[in-house]
């Protein structure tokens, strides 16, 4: 089915393609409506415009392909599914992600991937194009976030990058460490992206966006993980 | 150098009583006791007791108490023992000083200062034993629009409500904090009571789905456990801003309690520290909570009241007046004395404020606006028995959070040691051995005595008023009066003082 979201309220919009039987939907002249397939499974979903904040959110098997920048809190605690969006997202993108991938062409704002977290089969990824602004991956406890970095002059990712991380990995693009790296989070350098999952997904980013991967995954960049699964450990004294 | 710390209590055996069967010695996880093969004799490490009582109670004859140890630096009235080895235990460690359960300082305690009104002569009581007495609440919006549909019957456009046989529910406590037992045992009580348990921000153990329909479950901002499924069984869906132990800071399970079970409920590795940021990180704002409101609302199609939990803090009625302008059904708000799995000590002994006047100073609030009907309001952090319910309610609370009260009932002594992760009844802790010593179906049974109680007595205190209904008690400040209060506390909570008549 085919929605024209053009003046309409966030609520009714949201109860049409919740209600709809039809497992594809297309969203044309969306404009800031919030909440889009929240806590939606099994449907392929087109948005055409700018959705509003928390698209996707808990979002739980939905493909969802936006042509056009999303906001704040995309994919908030989402479960499975993918997010693909061709142009740029806001702050707080894949927060507390616990499953599924959000693909991004374009740059993330502040606090992206913050407190992903990864169980055995569940395992959320964030591959982003250009760059991350500040706090990304803070407090991470697992999952795996990519920084292709296009366009970015220096390391593409903006300071503060991984305060807090006890579990994950996050991969770098480019030849600049991160500044401000906090002291628990060890970057080794690498020649070219790993083969495993870091490459597929980059591949599979790629594959997404019309782009060329060997590009991508033929230059260097630094892998980030924890030093510890327990960083305040020895902060505290049982009184 | 690590300076000796004495322990605060001492284990006294009575050595004529004393049949060195070693229970005591099996029963402690704290090693206190132990067998001396020489002396053939009990001995104990008093140094090591937290003073939980469990070889007080299990020891079949008897033998032992614990006392307060008259061990004692020289008396001072500014920097007695505690503080003396506080300053101690920071200097051997350099670490932040972490403790558990509710604020023990004696700061005032309002309920105690305010005395509950009865009927004579000109209104007669009414007899709970004989009379109805209408003990059921609902909590959610009670703002309807008056719509009709085409052919002139009422519309429903009431906000879905919690319907409560009794106004008390068990606060949040994380599985993960609590073990499966106590879990089941809340879970199961809340089912016969009608009533509902709280998970907590630890997510939901799988087992536990069954319970849905007297389940909350809480969003906090770890995120654990949350997705859709885990929405979708709850009544109702609590955002964790804040908790009235630790106002301010997040939350922080340790590694060591992340055990398989646990982990696959938090969907986080074993072993690996659970870490709730003081923040959400996505919330800055009344507008932002608005957005994280109304998500959760989308995601669960409208069909569940969302409730947002605050700490007693100073600002508390502005908080509170944003949150009832979020799109929230429900305000809980945590006082200052609320327990807790594990918080550093000194934001659990100074940081918040009582909740009475928080609840007094928020009810207020929110009638002055015009807004009161928009939200629920319910309180938690230290409700210790069914008075202070009566005189939450007459303070303008719908309902009350009970969590150290359930936990006594489960057989607490309050040692506050939860934070070590070896609560010797089966409560705080994962350790299996540890866990199984919490029957649920002996702990479910003392639950729903404890509520149950207290719901005859609160029939009783109604009853004597001249009230047959809590909804006709909430708010009713005319039946408090205070005593040993000055007058800007007796403004704060809005009563007068013993004696004033109307
Ligand atoms: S449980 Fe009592 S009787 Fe048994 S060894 Fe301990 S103190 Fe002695
Ligand atoms: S729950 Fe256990 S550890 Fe915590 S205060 Fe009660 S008995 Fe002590």
Not at chain 1, 38 to 65: Q, R
Not at chain 1, 75 to 97: E, H, K, L, P, Q
Not at chain 1, 107 to 113: D, F, H, L, P
Not at chain 2, 38 to 47: F, Q
């Amino acid at each position: 089915m085919r929605i024209d979201a053009r003046g309409m309220h966030f609520s009714a919009l949201n109860e049409i393609v919740r209600s709809s039987a039809d497992a594809e939907i297309e969203i044309d002249n969306c404009i800031g409506q919030r909440y889009i397939a929240c806590g939606l499974s099994g449907k392929k979903i087109t948005v055409n415009g700018t959705p509003g904040n928390a698209l996707g959110a808990y979002l739980d098997g939905c493909d969802v392909t936006v042509r056009g920048d999303v906001q704040e809190a995309t994919g908030d605690t989402m479960n499975a599914g993918c997010i693909c969006v061709f142009g740029s997202a806001g702050d707080a993108t894949g927060y507390a992600m616990r499953g599924g991938r959000i693909f991004v062409e374009g740059n993330v704002g502040y606090r992206c991937g913050i407190h992903m977290k990864a169980y055995k089969e569940n395992k959320p990824a964030i591959v982003i194009g250009g760059k991350a602004g500040s706090f990304l991956g803070e407090y991470q406890a697992g999952g795996i976030i990519v920084v292709l970095g296009d366009g970015a002059e220096g390391s593409p990712v903006g300071n503060f990058c991984g305060t807090g991380m006890h579990g994950g990995e996050m991969y770098i693009r480019g030849d600049a460490l991160p500044k401000t790296l906090p002291p628990q989070v060890k970057a080794e350098r690498l020649e070219r992206f790993p083969e495993g999952e870091a490459a597929q997904l980059v591949r599979q980013w790629c594959d997404a966006f019309g782009k060329e991967s060997e590009r991508y995954l033929s230059s260097p960049c630094f892998r980030l993980t924890p030093d510890s699964a327990n960083p305040y450990k020895q902060m505290y004294t049982p009184n | 150098m690590e300076l000796f710390v004495h322990g605060d209590y001492e284990v006294v055996r009575n050595p004529d009583l004393c049949i060195a069967c070693r229970v005591c010695e099996r029963q402690c996880a704290n090693e206190v006791h132990w067998y001396d093969e020489t002396a053939g004799k009990m001995k104990a490490y008093s140094d090591k007791c937290v003073n939980c009582h469990r070889c007080v109670c299990l020891c079949p004859t008897h033998a032992l108490k614990i006392v307060k140890t008259d061990d004692t630096y020289k008396i001072n009235a500014n920097w007695n023992n505690a503080t003396i080895n506080e300053v101690y235990k920071q200097a051997n460690s350099g670490g932040v000083l972490l403790s558990s359960m509710g604020n023990p300082k004696p700061y005032p305690v309002f309920w105690d200062k305010m005395l509950v009104n009865a009927s004579q002569v000109t209104n007669p009581p009414i007899d709970p034993l004989r009379e109805p007495m209408e003990t059921k609440v609902w909590l959610g919006k009670r703002t309807v629009k008056i719509e009709r549909d085409e052919k002139g019957r009422l519309k429903n456009t009431l906000a879905p409500q919690l319907e409560l046989s009794v106004p008390v529910m068990f606060s949040a406590m994380s599985y993960g904090s609590i073990s499966y037992n106590a879990h089941e045992s809340l879970a199961r009580a809340a089912e016969e009571l009608g009533i509902y348990y709280n998970t907590g921000e630890g997510g939901l153990h799988k087992d536990f789905y069954k319970y849905g329909k007297n389940t909350i479950v809480q969003v906090a901002s770890g995120r654990f456990g949350g997705f859709k499924g885990y929405l979708e069984t709850a009544a109702a869906i609590e955002i964790k801003m804040g908790q009235g132990a630790k106002p301010g800071i997040g939350g922080h399970l340790p590694g060591a309690k992340i055990n398989e079970d646990v982990s696959q409920t938090r969907m986080i590795p074993r072993g690996v520290d659970a870490i709730s940021p003081a923040p959400h990180h996505d919330i800055y704002s009344i507008e932002d909570l608005r957005q994280l409101v109304y998500s959760l609302k989308e995601a669960t199609e409208y069909k569940k009241p969302v409730i947002v939990k605050i700490a007693a803090v100073h600002n508390a009625a502005a908080i509170a007046s944003g949150i009832a302008r979020s799109g929230a059904d429900i305000i809980a708000i945590d006082g200052f004395r609320g327990g807790t799995g594990a918080a550093p000590t000194r934001i659990r002994d100074n940081v918040g404020i009582p909740i009475e006047l928080a609840l007094a100073s928020v009810d207020a609030r929110l009638r002055e606006e015009g807004i009161r009907d928009d939200v629920s309001i319910v309180v938690g952090g230290s409700i210790r028995s069914s008075a202070d319910v009566v005189k939450a309610i007459a303070l303008g609370a719908d309902a009350c959070y009970i969590g150290t009260a359930a936990l006594l009932a489960l057989g607490c002594p309050l040692c506050r040691s939860c934070h070590e992760g070896k609560c010797n009844w089966g409560i705080a802790t994962q350790r299996p051995d540890l866990v199984k010593r919490l029957n649920p179906d002996i702990g479910y049974k003392r639950l729903v005595n404890l509520v149950t109680a207290w719901n005859h007595e609160i029939q009783e205190m109604m009853g004597g008023m001249g009230i047959n209904s809590v909804e006709a008690l909430r708010g009713n400040r005319l039946m408090l009066r205070g005593i040993g209060l000055t007058d800007t506390e007796l403004s704060v909570l809005g009563i007068r003082y013993a004696g004033q008549s109307l």
